[in-house]
């Protein structure tokens, strides 16, 4: 089992940058492969970004590129999504995803992840 714990969410203005985390407890987060997705109201729950375990391997969606970054620390169980940017149309809970990694991972599908953290409000002001 893991435990993720989102935070540094919170409200920015446009062109603003703001860095979530998530933290891991529970068996090593280094063998897990990790996304960020978001779900903006009234809408479907959508990928943003992913990373393979040992952090070789990106997946980020079109909306993104170029503005958000995704990282992780195992060293400190940790994953980051660096948001440089943002935009109006960013405004969504985020959630923080993981699981083992797996032969044929993409990334960018919420069925390839079975542990998801609760969420943090990134609301972006024009």
């Known amino acids: 089992q893991v435990q993720l714990v989102e935070s540094g969410g919170g409200l920015v203005q446009a062109g603003g940058s703001l860095r979530l985390s998530c933290a891991a407890s529970?068996?090593?987060?280094?063998?897990?492969?990790m996304g960020w997705f978001r779900q903006a109201p009234g809408k479907e729950r959508e990928i943003v970004a992913a990373l393979s375990s040992r952090g070789r391997v990106t997946y980020y969606a079109d909306s993104v590129k170029g503005r958000f970054t995704i990282s992780r620390d195992n060293a400190k169980n940790t994953g980051y999504l660096q948001m440089n940017s943002l935009k109006p149309e960013d405004t969504a809970v985020y959630y923080c995803?993981?699981?083992?990694?797996?032969?044929?991972?993409?990334?960018?599908?919420?069925?390839?992840?079975?542990?998801w953290g609760q969420g943090t409000q990134v609301t972006v002001s024009s």
């Open positions: 995803a993981a699981d083992a990694a797996r032969s044929g991972w993409r990334g960018d599908y919420e069925w390839e992840y079975n542990y």
């Open positions: 529970g068996r090593s987060f280094s063998s897990y492969t």
